[in-house]
């Protein structure tokens, strides 16, 4: 009997030992089947009761008994002691400091040449023209017949030219070179009075370099009244490059040629690195030149069902990342479109 007795108190130690080992709840349910299952020690010590000499049986029953009752609280409260640890540690997990400092959200910009664009179509806008788009893939006849650059005209020696298709039908067409083809179209589907600009990607087919592009943004200045004049080109003109550039820095006209207008202008501005001393940046001339202009040519007007003799128009073209570049000292136009984060960020 004795023996019996120093197992049951064997097997209460050893259960009692194991149990404070238990750190998780996963490890309780594996340690009650061991110790309290049917299959345990204690269940069979239990069930053999019967087979005891009768003066036996109750000493050792109880005592089995009163094994059985203590692990079975030992185990309750062990449950109870973990289930509390796993609730404060998820608690503490989830648990928000709202003293601490926010995780910063990245943020999108605008890129600098439609930041330039915008800025661009803003000036205008506020000057009563309208914001129009054209085709980026163009027939030859819009990008040159109809401005007055005919098949075997020198002036196609300007525009390195990337051709689509020789033109089965309806001629040949191509990336647009320039954004004036729009000149055209805007003068078939309205009526003067006309006050359009037109942003947009252009297209040259060139070796590109420090300061070219094969594609590059333009923005085309279209307008048509009666009685409008080269004053009204000037004045519109001068008003947005001070609004562009600031009030201080002179704006210089001088005449150009292009076949689609006369007389034709080029416009240029005091240089922004050297305010006109001259520097590399100008080529030593303090100037440098941002677009191309003009009285609209009477062959243009009529070929948009527009009388000369009762209208007249300007029109300009300017470049676009140049004005970025000149603004920020940018040195490579290629930079606008590598994609490369550390170049797009500072803008
Ligand atoms: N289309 C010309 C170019 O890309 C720029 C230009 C010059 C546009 C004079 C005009 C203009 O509207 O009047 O070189």
Redesign the pocket.
Known sequence: MTEMLGQLDGIRRAALDELAQIGELEGLESWRVRYLGKKSRLTGILRSLTDLPLEERRPVGSRANRVKASLQSDFLERKRLLEERHLELSLAHKSLDVTLPGRPIPRGRLHPVTQTLEEICDIFKNMGFQVLEGPEVEWDYYNFEA?NIPQDHPARD??ATLWIDSGRSGGARLLR????PM?IRIMETTCPPIRAIVPGR?YRYEATDATHESMFY?V???AVDKGVTLADLKGTLFEFCSRLFGRERRVRFRC?Y?P??EP???VAIECLSCSGAGCRLCGHSGWIEI??????HPDILRRGDINPEVYTG??????VERIPMLRYGIDDIRLFYGNDLRFLEQF
Request: net charge negative; proline share 0%.
């Open positions: 401005l300007m525009f070179t320039h954004t004036s000149q252009t333009q085309e200045g279209f150009d292009f689609f207008v034709g202008v080029e677009l191309g202009a003009g009285m609209v300007f029109a300009f073209g300017l470049g």
